[in-house]
């Protein structure tokens, strides 16, 4: 079954090495980043799955992803 989580993208200053980051908000502690907004959103699904593995191991619950936002127009 395949879960999918909404991703928050930022922009990381070029004090903190630039590029964007990935986070995702249902998953604490759940990041990964990139060079482009592509890249870290790709990267970002490796963490997902990891995220839960672990805490699936851990017999920890995994939050199921919240309903898509609807959109306007």
Known sequence: MKLEYAVRIDRLAD???GGYLATVPELPGCMS???TPE???RNVQQAIASWIESAEE???DVPK???PLARAG
């Open 15 to 17: 004090t903190d090495g």
């Open 33 to 35: 980043d990139g060079a």
């Open 39 to 41: 890249e870290a959103l």
């Open 58 to 60: 851990w017999k920890q």
């Open 65 to 67: 992803p919240a309903p």
